[in-house]
């Protein structure tokens, strides 16, 4: 599959067939196959690897739609308002897992209702999912060469916006951890400007122009959501090789299991 010129950081290497992987930030499975990417599958893409010209990898960032922040407002169709995270009890444990089997649902293209679910409240997972996204986004349009080891940087401090330890910061917090994380990476990479760049991006990530809108790679964020939504991706991390979804790829996978499939496969 392609993307808008404004994405062309998410792919590496050239090739007539293409890898897509769905991957979500604050998915510990997610920044396993990313690391593995980096050892087994980047190397083999890019320019003097034995896939170059061959294959191309597309990295598609994609925040779970039950991770995101959204998911802490009311759920019309649900009845279901979305409190801090603290200990649950069975019945907020089944609403939660309606809400998230109604989300794949809707994912699959089966709008189902559910009128009959009661409201109550419960706790939803990593419901600031769309802010790294959108750091990613918007770091990569400026910096596209330092964008992997972003990727990484911002997988690297997940555990930091998991349920417990994120229930009580606000946006600002959480897009100012992610500024943070592009400082170090800018600054490894020997760019002088880093701290300034990283102003930029906090500037970047604000709300701009709509009251309901986001940051200046809104609009991108948005087309990654739907293209995931319309090919049914539902978990993290997919895999499609040439638009096709491949569930044998695992994210445990080694270099010995990647070789095997990029042989088989190309």
């Known amino acids: 599959m392609g993307l808008p010129k404004n994405l062309s950081f998410l792919r590496f290497g050239t090739g007539g067939q293409t890898l897509d992987i769905y991957l979500d930030p604050l998915c510990p499975f997610s920044y396993k196959c990313a690391r593995s990417l980096t050892e087994n599958v980047l190397p083999q893409v890019r320019e003097g690897g034995k896939y170059a010209g061959k294959l191309q990898l597309i990295i598609r960032p994609y925040p779970q739609p039950f991770r995101s922040a959204a998911s ?99 946006p600002a ?21 880093a701290k300034e760049d990283g102003k930029k991006l906090y500037e970047q990530l604000q709300v701009h122009q709509k009251e309901n809108g986001g940051s200046v790679m809104f609009e991108p964020l948005k087309y990654l959501i739907k293209e995931g939504r319309q090919n049914g991706i539902h978990f993290t991390p997919t895999a499609l090789l040439n638009g096709l979804e491949d569930g044998s790829v695992s994210s445990g996978w080694g270099r010995s299991e990647w070789d095997k499939w990029l042989e088989e496969k190309l």
């Not at 019945?91 to 089997?101: F, G, P, S, V, Y």
């Open 173 to 193: 917090q959480v897009q100012e951890a992610y500024v943070k994380v592009a400082e170090d990476v800018l600054a490894k990479a020997g760019v002088a400007s």
């Open 72 to 170: 802490t407002q009311f759920h019309s169709d649900l009845g279901v308002p979305v409190s801090s995270p603290v200990a649950v009890s069975s019945e907020q444990r089944a609403a939660w897992n309606t809400l998230a089997a109604v989300t794949t649902a809707w994912t699959l293209g089966r709008r189902s209702r559910h009128r009959d679910v009661q409201p109550v409240k419960l706790t939803c997972s990593h419901y600031f999912s769309t802010y790294p996204v959108e750091a990613l986004l918007c770091f990569g349009a400026d910096h596209p060469e330092q964008w992997w080891d972003y990727l990484l940087g911002v997988f690297s401090v997940q555990e930091s916006f998991f349920n417990k330890p994120v229930h009580d910061k606000t």
